[in-house]
């Protein structure tokens, strides 16, 4: 079945640092493939998305492209900020069922 | 952007009781929602996939029985843990659909069961 595997956390960086948080999947077909952050007291949001091989997701400085040949989507930031602090999940979908399938989740502190 | 809410933000509950929770779409409508359970320090567990006007389908090795969902309109899914024992204590997420591939997630729902 299908799977998301992403970094362990916590992940604890300066602000201003520079963020990759790896994920890979396991996926029969042609998944997307998403990034969702739950900020403290809140629902997860989606981040960023993509939705075939190669295609670039990005919002809010965030980016992750579309690996298939390494079967990867990392989540990367050139410069955190201490908002940035929250927990961020990765997760792909089949689109005939709209059923998301999420990794473990990596909770991310920026401290100034 | 499309807000989920849900109801209760949190509950604690006696063992053998049941517990209702609710899931609604405040500024939209959605034909589909889902609902998932959150172990602490763990992902998402997607539970089932919850359609207005027909049966929730269940994920493998969630219990229909227990686990009670309504979708009576296109703005409201309930979801009733029933008989509730401690090992039904987690943290559960609603979402609904708004197009293919586009979930928004209520803040969810924190359940101690005693």
């Known amino acids: 079945g299908n799977s998301v595997t992403q970094m362990e956390g916590p992940v604890t960086l300066s602000e201003e640092a520079f963020l990759t948080i790896n994920c890979t999947y396991t996926a029969t077909g042609y998944p997307s493939l998403f990034w969702y952050v739950q900020y403290p007291g809140e629902g997860l949001q989606l981040l960023l998305k993509?939705?075939?091989?190669?295609d670039k997701g990005s919002n809010k400085g965030f980016e992750a492209t579309y690996r298939k040949e390494t079967t990867s989507f990392h989540l990367e930031k050139g410069s955190v900020q201490v908002s940035d602090s929250a927990v961020y999940f990765c997760a792909l979908s089949d689109s005939l069922s709209q059923k998301l399938v999420f990794g473990q989740g990596t909770r991310l502190t920026i401290n100034p | 952007g499309a807000v989920v809410s849900q109801h209760p933000s949190w509950v604690i509950c006696k063992s053998g009781t049941s517990v209702k929770i609710e899931c609604r779409s405040l500024?939209?409508?959605?034909?589909?929602m889902f609902w998932y359970r959150q172990f602490p320090k763990q992902s998402l567990m997607l539970m089932a996939t919850?359609?207005?006007?027909?049966?929730?389908?269940?994920e493998q090795g969630v219990e229909k029985d227990k686990f009670l969902i309504n979708h009576a309109s296109l703005t409201l899914s309930t979801l009733t843990v029933t008989s509730a024992h401690p090992e039904d204590s987690s943290f559960y997420i609603c979402s609904a659909s708004l197009g293919v591939e586009t979930q928004y997630f209520g803040p969810g729902t924190r359940l101690l069961v005693l």
């Open positions: 500024d939209f409508q959605a034909t589909t």
């Open positions: 993509a939705t075939k091989a190669d």
């Open positions: 919850s359609n207005e006007g027909s049966k929730a389908t269940y």
